[in-house]
């Protein structure tokens, strides 16, 4: 079993609408979450961090952690083409530390 | 403030010769990660520096990987002698002192290619 788990996509949203990325982790001692965005042939930029259970709004994105269910999802509203990338989900056991990343979901925004 | 610098962007050697990747992390930052992304897979924790010093180099895959960070700046990764299974793409990641939630900040990585 993977550490961090993501569906690999490729996720297919119209421009407007709103994209749902998922993310699955293994080690309950897990206790720092993160989404990166990476563009093909760049380096990941961190978008989102998570920490507790809920939800964590930041502009068009929201992060959800479910601790008890080992989940986290990112929500991007008004989804634009510029958001086409991969979305890499990452965890850590304690802060930045040996963060564990997913494969990515590769999402396409399409106009 | 300059970001995290890598050195070559591309490497392509023969199986079986070393090759030596650098990192500059942003100034001021002790932590010094670097990670590795094989095709296909997920991106790999390799190894982290607190300034000069080995913190953590539970990921790194063998003894011909040699990671020096001498004086607490910039990082070198060294592969010697190179296998066909270490291509990939070699990412290096700092962030500022302490164990916090500082985020990482990432490299455009090393692409590394042992035919």
């Known amino acids: 079993q993977k550490e961090v788990e993501q569906n690999s996509g490729p996720l297919s949203v119209p421009e407007g609408a709103i994209a749902s990325l998922n993310c699955t982790y293994s080690?309950?001692?897990?206790?720092?979450f993160f989404w990166y965005r990476q563009y093909s042939g760049k380096s990941p930029e961190l978008i989102m961090s998570?920490?507790?259970?809920g939800d964590k709004e930041d502009g068009r994105f929201t992060a959800q952690l479910n601790k008890a269910s080992q989940y986290v999802s990112l929500l991007i509203r008004d989804s634009q083409p510029s958001d086409s990338a991969t979305y890499l989900c990452a965890a850590a056991l304690r802060g930045y530390q040996k963060v564990t990343f997913g494969t990515g979901t590769k999402l396409q925004v399409i106009p | 403030e300059a970001g995290v610098t890598q050195f070559p962007s591309h490497s392509v050697i023969e199986k079986g010769q070393t090759v030596t990747l650098r990192c500059d992390p942003i100034?001021?930052?002790?932590?010094l990660y670097w990670y590795r992304r094989v095709m296909g897979k997920e991106i790999k924790f390799l190894l982290h520096?607190?300034?000069?010093?080995?913190?953590?180099e539970s990921g790194m895959p063998n003894n011909r990987f040699l990671a020096e960070r001498t004086g607490g700046t910039y990082s070198t990764l060294k592969v010697q002698p190179a296998e066909l299974e270490d291509s990939g793409v070699y990412f290096c990641?700092?962030?500022?002192?302490?164990?916090?939630?500082?985020?990482?900040?990432f490299g455009n990585g090393t692409r590394l290619t042992v035919t």
């Open positions: 080690d309950r001692g897990s206790q720092s």
């Open positions: 998570i920490y507790s259970n």
């Open positions: 520096f607190v300034k000069e010093s080995k913190q953590d």
């Open positions: 100034s001021g930052h002790d932590n």
């Open positions: 990641a700092s962030s500022p002192r302490g164990t916090g939630n500082s985020p990482l900040h």
